[in-house]
């Protein structure tokens, strides 16, 4: 069983950073992929990015490259998403997601889900 935790969410201004954690604990998450999406109110989850470190795979929505990256840290088991230049539409709930086997990348399966942070980003 692998359980996500997320952390690093807030209310920043329009122009602004802020960098999302996702704590991976049960099982090392070396050779899964990660993933990052988001939920806004009233709106349907969304692909942000994702990652696979072992099949060298990466995935960015087209609006989000360049302002968007994602990283990890082995050693704590954890994954990151760095967002900079934040626009008042990236508010949402973000989720980060973990497949176990293969490249889901925006729309194939991920096993595991974490219970999202909230990131709200001010005009």
């Known amino acids: 069983q692998v359980q996500l935790v997320e952390s690093g969410g807030g209310l920043v201004q329009a122009g602004g950073s802020l960098r999302l954690s996702c704590a991976a604990s049960?099982?090392?998450?070396?050779?899964?992929?990660m993933g990052w999406f988001r939920q806004a109110p009233g709106k349907e989850r969304e692909f942000v990015a994702a990652k696979s470190w072992s099949l060298g795979m990466t995935s960015y929505v087209d609006s989000m490259k360049g302002r968007f990256t994602i990283s990890r840290d082995t050693a704590k088991n954890t994954v990151y998403l760095q967002m900079n230049s934040l626009k008042p539409e990236d508010t949402a709930v973000y989720y980060c997601?973990?497949?176990?086997?293969?490249?889901?990348?925006?729309?194939?399966?991920?096993?595991?889900w974490g219970q999202g942070t909230q990131v709200t980003v001010s005009s």
């Open positions: 997601a973990a497949a176990l086997t293969g490249w889901p990348g925006p729309r194939g399966k991920y096993d595991y």
């Open positions: 049960g099982r090392t998450f070396s050779s899964y992929a």
